[in-house]
């Protein structure tokens, strides 16, 4: 105990535990695994928009990306804006992977301590999923969860999404006082 003690009153605490952190194999594995995957994925996309621009099919506004790396390449591309480096973009991306754990963690503990008030609104959700993705057998495969994109084939699993986050603190505030 006296060892952890010094630890934690050490001038340097977190620079030890991150350095721990990093020296751990699985870690180390899974931060390995999603470097490869986004950096294949922005590979990717800046070949498709480098052979838009070749073809001079590509320019006005970057509206027609599917994904935020795609819209990273089309204004690179198309606006000459500065380019990001292979590790700032991967930094960028990693941002938007973890900072969307917090919030979706949150707004799913609040639908589900808010949900079970309502048995009605429990039984209309449940109705229109039923519809929405239609009888399941096991032959069809897998579900088409893209469905739950579409808002006109999902008003009411929108309604209770966003009534639980106007009712629940969904991100956190930070409050400053003026001396």
């Known amino acids: 105990m006296a060892s952890l003690e010094r630890i934690q009153f050490t001038a340097l605490p977190l620079p030890i535990a991150r350095t721990l952190t990093w020296m751990s194999p699985s870690w180390r594995k899974s931060y390995g695994t999603i470097s490869e995957f986004l950096y294949n994925k922005i590979g990717e996309a800046r070949a498709r928009e480098a052979e838009l621009v070749e073809a001079k099919q590509g320019g006005g506004l970057p509206t027609d990306a599917d994904c935020v790396v795609d819209m990273i390449a089309q204004r690179e591309a198309r606006e000459e804006a500065e380019t990001f480096d292979r590790g700032e973009l991967l930094d960028e991306l990693m941002a938007y992977v973890l900072a969307g754990q917090d919030t979706t963690a ?6 589900f301590k808010y949900l079970p008030l309502d048995a009605e609104i429990q039984q ?13 057998s096991d032959e069809e495969g897998p579900l088409d969860f893209n469905i739950l994109n579409d808002s006109s084939k999902v008003p009411i699993l929108e309604a209770v999404v966003a009534e639980t986050q106007r009712c629940a603190m969904i991100a956190p505030i930070v409050g400053r006082e003026r001396e």
């Open 124 to 136: 209309r959700l449940y109705d229109e999923l039923c519809a929405a993705f239609g009888p399941v």
């Open 106 to 111: 949150a707004t799913l503990l609040w639908l």
